[in-house]
């Protein structure tokens, strides 16, 4: 059973910056895909950006040049950073982890301020 926890979330002025960390429980995280996923209020959850075991990133148009997503082994870490925050990047920000199953963490508020 794996389990994930966020962090880092919060209130944030636009144009700020937020780290989010996602902790997981369980072995084989080494070779998981990761994932952050956003839900804003009345919105679908989305796909912010995700990484293989070997290091390969995506993200979705919105937030390339902004956010980076990257990945401690060692510490069962997945963070993302978020850089020049907009308004519109207010959500909830949720851990994903695929290994066989999906997994997923129970989300930490992020809000940008205009």
């Known amino acids: 059973q794996v389990q994930l926890v966020e962090s880092g979330g919060g209130l944030v002025q636009a144009g700020g910056s937020l780290r989010l960390s996602c902790v997981a429980s369980g072995r084989f995280f080494s070779i998981s895909v990761l994932g952050w996923y956003r839900q804003a209020p009345g919105k679908q959850r989305e796909l912010v950006a995700t990484?293989?075991?070997?290091?390969?990133?995506t993200y979705v148009d919105s937030v390339k040049g902004r956010f980076t997503i990257s990945r401690d082994n060692a510490k069962n870490t997945v963070y993302l950073q978020m850089n020049s925050l907009k308004p519109e990047d207010t959500a909830v920000y949720y851990c994903n982890l695929i290994l066989g199953a999906t997994y997923w963490g129970q989300g930490t508020q992020v809000t940008v301020s205009s």
């Open positions: 990484i293989r075991g070997g290091g390969t990133t």
